[in-house]
């Protein structure tokens, strides 16, 4: 019901994105919350949240990839936009040990993300994170520094998910869920008010093309036959589960 990690903000909507927003809305999506991952993508976030108020919601952070490139007000733009109220978490952030190789990087990563926990602790805000190739490390850190509020954003580490249901944390399942072993056997043993919906479009498409929030519903189809229960309950518990997560101003018929 509620796409939780999106990236409308990307190229690939250019040309049209309204129209993309527009089937969301017309799909029954409740919300979508797109994930501006970069300080270059904030103008675009924000005329998403200017025109669709209470219903585009965004998260920001600098996305840890992006460690080499860092500019000297990047940090500051992006830690004022997350003060809107509109940005309902922090992220993505983390560590990426399989794009970032070095020692050095890898230690300006950990003292970036280390500096976005202090903030989204600051603002009582949820922690969004990327953790590619380093969940065990990025979970460490978590820990480490005393993060409540966490989502582990494309959560493929099934030897890790005993930390994070321990902790309380969520994480979100996406279309991989379709041909994934693995993703399914993760959703099994996952509890469903710990599960949240995402597509990390435009990737992630099923055919190789561009992928859309609408996609979502596909996601549900696969939880709720790997969880034996119907669509309209994994939808409606799943969107419950990111409207009290990110403290979103809409409704959702609990019954």
Request: with cysteine.
């Amino acid at each position: 019901m509620i796409d939780c990690h999106t990236h409308l903000e990307q190229k690939n909507y250019d040309a049209d994105r309204d129209q993309v927003i527009k089937r969301c809305i017309d799909a029954g999506l409740k919300a979508v919350i797109t994930c501006c991952a970069h300080p270059d993508d904030i103008d675009t976030t924000v005329a998403m949240l200017n025109k669709y108020p209470n219903y585009i919601f965004a998260t920001a952070s600098i996305h840890p990839e992006y460690i080499a490139e860092m500019k000297d007000d990047w940090l500051e733009r992006i830690l004022h936009f997350i003060n809107d109220p509109r940005v309902v978490g922090v992220g993505e952030t983390g560590l990426d040990f399989k794009w970032v190789e070095t020692d050095e990087l890898r230690r300006k990563q950990s003292a970036l993300f280390i500096t976005f926990i202090n903030a989204a602790k600051d603002l009582n805000k949820p922690l969004v994170i990327h953790a590619r190739g380093a969940f065990k490390e990025a979970i460490d850190v978590l820990e480490l520094n005393g993060a409540k509020k966490v989502v582990m954003h494309f959560f493929s580490a099934k030897d890790q998910l005993k930390r994070v249901v321990d902790n309380d944390w969520y994480i979100t399942i996406n279309t991989t869920v379709c041909n994934s072993k693995k993703m399914k056997q993760i959703v099994r043993d996952t509890p469903m008010e710990r599960i949240l919906l995402e597509t990390d479009a435009p990737w992630l498409d099923l055919e190789g093309g561009r992928n859309e929030p609408t996609a979502i519903k596909k996601v549900v189809e696969k939880i709720a036959e790997v969880k034996n229960t119907s669509f309209s309950e994994c939808w409606r518990c799943c969107g419950l589960n990111a409207v009290e997560l990110f403290k979103l101003p809409i409704r959702i018929d609990e019954t």
